[in-house]
T-cell receptor, first 115, second 113 residues
Framework: NAGVMQNPRHLVRRRGQEARLRCSPM?????VYWYRQLPEEGLKFMVY????????ESGMPKERFSAEFPKEGPSILRIQQVVRGDSAAYFC?????????????FGPGTRLTVL | AQSVTQLGSHVSVSEGALVLLRCNYS??????LFWYVQYPNQGLQLLLK??????LVKGINGFEAEFKKSETSFHLTKPSAHMSDAAEYFC???????????FGTGTILRVKS
């Protein structure tokens, strides 16, 4: 059973460009979470999605960031007009259930560098 | 709201010595608690989790943690450190409804030979 897949693993963008990060959950998991890890900090929750629905986006910046999890295909985290402060590691996790006790399985992350 | 405090951003132990990584939580409702390990440039791997069953939880790689409600703690221990344990360790909390994990700031474990 393949784990959570994320691509690309490394992404370099210039200021003002768009960044698209992809996440394929584990087989059988319909719950996806995105977290951001800034240098020297822990992971911060961004958004929780189920297929075709955003359940909790309380951690998403109000502007430039969006996320989707379509019926078919991977979940996408999109950052428009990137700035240097967006440089971070972005992790996706998936879980099989909705309960807080359900384990979240993490992907290897996408490391975004904004020049 | 839930929160997690990890005391000590860096811990250094000798190979074969006891490992103790501290985690205290704050939650207004019964929490679920997790320890994850992150190796350089990799994702997070679950070590163990507490979900209101046994208060002493055993995980992978010889790690264990004890949930102490009176102390609001969930410290991670391992009797004998191995060089391969060198990594960053994160404590996290969630609750029954809400799903998101709230992480501590992490503790980097260094193991000296």
């Amino acid at each position: 059973n393949a784990g959570v897949m994320q691509n690309p693993r490394h992404l370099v963008r210039r200021r003002g460009q768009e960044a698209r990060l992809r996440c394929s959950p584990m087989k059988g998991h319909s719950h996806v979470y995105w977290y951001r890890q800034l240098p020297e900090e822990g992971l911060k929750f961004m958004v929780y999605l189920q297929k075709e629905n955003i359940i909790d986006e309380s951690g998403m910046p109000k502007e430039r960031f969006s996320a989707e999890f379509p019926k078919e295909g991977p979940s996408i985290l999109r950052i428009q007009q990137v700035v240097r402060g967006d440089s971070a590691a972005y992790f996706c996790a998936s879980s099989p259930g909705t309960s807080g006790r359900s384990t979240q399985y993490f992907g290897p992350g996408t490391r975004l560098t904004v020049l | 709201a839930q929160s997690v405090t990890q005391l000590g951003s860096h811990v250094s132990v000798s190979e074969g010595a006891l490992v103790l990584l501290r985690c205290n939580y704050s939650s207004s409702v019964p929490p679920y608690l997790f320890w994850y390990v992150q190796y350089p440039n990799q994702g997070l791997q679950l070590l163990l989790k507490y979900t209101s069953a046994a208060t002493l939880v055993k995980g992978i790689n010889g790690f264990e943690a004890e949930f102490k409600k009176s102390e609001t703690s969930f410290h991670l221990t391992k009797p004998s450190a191995h060089m391969s344990d060198a990594a960053e360790y994160f404590c996290a909390v969630s609750v029954e409804y809400g799903n998101k994990l709230v992480f501590g700031t992490g503790t980097i474990l260094r193991v000296k030979s």
